[in-house]
């Protein structure tokens, strides 16, 4: 589902795209320099935060957190523009931000609901930028609002409904909007009296606007209206309209990269970094039963290396491999401490419902250990907080916190024994080496390079034909760089020639095609045995990739011989934005390729061979899906595999 933001932007671009598509009347007279009118709009609000003291006498059971509402706006307006580019705007008027939060379940399992009637008087100053070749203009500034409705409607079932007025509002708030609008001239060209008709939307984000000096509840608008403006200009001489200027686009480039053989199945070693995370559902102080569960006797004989060669066949042959090896996890624990009498960890439980859950959450880990694999419970501490040690939501954010908090419900495994942790640019468990095989191994991908996709067109495609006149047709991609498995190129053949036609549209509307030939060969012999390396990464940290140089440059770089081939890929999940998640995936692969070509260089290893990528949030390209918080901590990697040549 998308979020609030998500649906907002692509709304405004929307509403962009139908004012740019209309056409400018031909000015037979000056623009006013004064206009006056009125407008009119709907506030849709969204809240976000926590609100249960309604006021001093009345405290409701459960707090209610998100919601929304359309409110009315009007206002008197004026604006100043003493010239085509900038100006100044002023309205002042009566501005609804009242809503209903989302309905909640009280501890009696009694439906909730919350219902306010806010109210302010607005002054809201603008800074105008306008064209003297467009009706378009945009528009940012301060909003200051004084308080005028503080009403709200409480029900709850089984108990009697309750209206009042909220307590401890503040009476003044100073925030900011920025929005754009388009005016319709609906006078004569020629008439020195104008009247225009402007659509406009803007924006009112939550900064400056908590509500409530107590609490955390603010709330963001998204404003649409319409404003009708009248002001007296001078009549001027008709200037024609200068010729249109065509300015060429810079052209893109196609380039295709193809592995001499396609290898049908690849034999890896995987060195799997293991999170020391245990997240618990909603709901429940239960271990999961996505974990693996052993009963006494199977713990008994479970020793951590049965994992090393479990197989799972999959397109990268990764992601049902690892998930498995992970939710062993307090299995590898078990055998780790069981192996190694002197160690002994610390369990940290959170839980936004508080420090009691959170302590509920570790006992049920410790129990296991204990009952299960029989460890003396001395050796194992276990505590509760409300936020984890390293939480992925931070104070102030309002975005996707849904997901943030599944990843915050958890316990931090913690121990100073070297037997069972490992510092690899932070606390993670000792890692487990895994030998599998891979279907379709990434050495096996065909890779499409485009370059400037991304800065020039709207989408490319692909048209790949055989000697034999049967075509494929791939896309559409935005992407600069698109990697193909060489197996789903061939099909069911062992070799062949192909013709590739790379076709693209423009931003402004023009075709670009490109072509060029690759061959392919299916390999069936026994390959050489490839490596591959994780690293991860906490969500949203300024950590960077700098902090394993050390694993990099000790553990990876030995392992590169002279003239292979070395394949990086950067992945995030699906929290945050796609061109900012596209860009920190590219920047951590990109990173990574430099410490080990310096390495390499240093080691005198100069005809090594790089294919860098870098696929964001891509759900096609992702190693996980991203419906657990398991899965998305596991997305926040960067990939390195190390192929023979």
């Not at 609804?96 to 989302?102: A, E, K, L």
């Not at 009403?151 to 920025?178: H, I, W």
């Not at 951590?304 to 992601?319: A, C, N």
Request: hydrophobic share 35%.
């Amino acid at each position: 589902m998308l979020t609030i933001n998500k649906i907002m932007q692509r709304w405004v671009i929307l509403v962009l795209m139908i004012m740019f598509a209309q056409s400018k009347a031909e000015a037979q007279t000056s623009q006013p320099t004064w206009w006056f009118g009125l407008s009119g709009a709907a506030n849709f609000n969204f809240y976000s935060g926590t609100t249960q003291r309604l006021n001093n006498s009345l405290f409701v059971p459960t707090a209610f957190h998100k919601g929304e509402g359309i409110k009315p706006f009007g206002s008197f307006l004026m604006e100043y523009r003493p010239g085509p580019y900038w100006g100044g705007m002023l309205n002042i008027g009566y501005d609804g931000r009242g809503g209903q939060f989302n309905d909640v379940i009280a501890p009696c399992n009694c439906p909730a609901t919350l219902e306010t009637n806010l109210s302010y008087i607005t002054v809201e100053p603008s800074i105008r930028l306008g064209s003297p070749i467009s009706n378009l203009y945009f528009f940012a500034g301060p909003r200051v609002a004084f308080n005028l409705g503080k009403d709200f409607s409480y029900t709850q079932e089984k108990q009697p409904d309750t209206d009042g007025e909220l307590s401890a509002m503040r009476n003044t708030l100073l925030s900011g909007q920025v929005g754009v609008g388009y005016e319709f001239q609906l006078s004569p060209a020629s008439n020195e009296n104008k009247v225009v008709l402007s659509p406009f939307v803007s924006y009112h984000p939550y900064f400056g606007q908590d509500t409530r000096t107590i609490e955390s509840w603010s709330v963001s608008t998204l404003r649409t209206g319409v404003a009708l403006k009248f002001g007296k200009g001078k009549a001027t001489a008709v200037i024609p309209e200068a010729p249109q200027v065509v300015v060429p686009v810079r052209d893109v480039t196609f380039s295709v990269r193809a592995p001499k053989y396609v290898p049908i199945k690849r034999q890896v070693s995987e060195t799997l970094p293991l999170r020391n995370y245990v997240f618990f559902d909603e709901g429940s102080s239960q271990i999961p039963n996505r974990y693996v569960m052993l009963s006494k006797d199977q713990a008994s004989s479970f020793r951590e290396v049965q994992l090393q060669s479990v197989q799972t066949e999959s397109m990268t042959g990764r992601s049902a491999r690892q998930m498995n090896v992970y939710h062993n996890i307090l299995n590898i624990i078990g055998d780790r401490m069981r192996s190694n009498p002197g160690s002994s960890i610390s369990l940290s439980g959170a839980s936004l419902k508080g420090p009691k859950e959170g302590k509920e959450f570790a006992e049920a880990i410790k129990y296991y250990l204990v009952d299960k694999f029989g460890i003396d419970a001395n050796r194992i501490t276990t505590d509760g907080r409300t936020k984890p040690l390293i939480p992925s939501e931070q104070p102030g954010g309002k975005k996707e916190l849904t997901l943030l908090r599944e990843g915050d419900r958890r316990v931090d495994i913690v121990s100073s024994s070297p037997e069972l942790m490992l510092e690899v640019g932070g606390g993670m468990m000792k890692p487990v080496n895994i030998d599998a095989v891979q279907v379709d191994p990434m050495d096996s991908h065909v890779v499409f390079q485009v370059g400037g996709a991304k800065e020039i067109l709207k989408t490319w495609s692909m048209d790949i034909s055989n000697d034999q006149g049967n075509t494929q047709h791939l896309g559409p991609f935005t992407r600069d760089v698109v990697s193909v498995p060489g197996n789903n190129i061939l099909g069911d053949r062992a070799e062949g020639n192909y013709k590739v036609v790379m076709t693209g549209e423009t931003k402004n509307g023009l075709t670009v095609r490109k072509e060029s030939m690759v061959r392919l060969e299916r390999q069936t012999e026994t390959l050489e045995k490839a490596y591959r390396f994780s690293i991860l990464f906490d969500f949203d940290k300024a950590k960077t990739i700098d902090s394993y140089e050390k694993f990099l440059v000790e553990t990876v770089v030995p392992l590169i011989p002279d003239g292979s081939r070395v394949i990086i890929h950067g992945h995030t999940d699906i929290i945050g934005s796609d061109e900012y998640n596209n860009t920190l995936s590219e920047s951590r692969a990109m990173q990574t390729q430099k410490i080990i070509e310096r390495a390499l260089n240093a080691a005198g290893k100069r005809n090594v061979r790089y294919e860098t990528i870098g696929y964001g949030e891509d759900i096609n390209q992702s190693p996980f899906d991203n419906n657990t918080p398991e899965e998305r901590f596991y997305n926040r990697t960067v990939i390195i595999d190390i192929v023979p040549n």
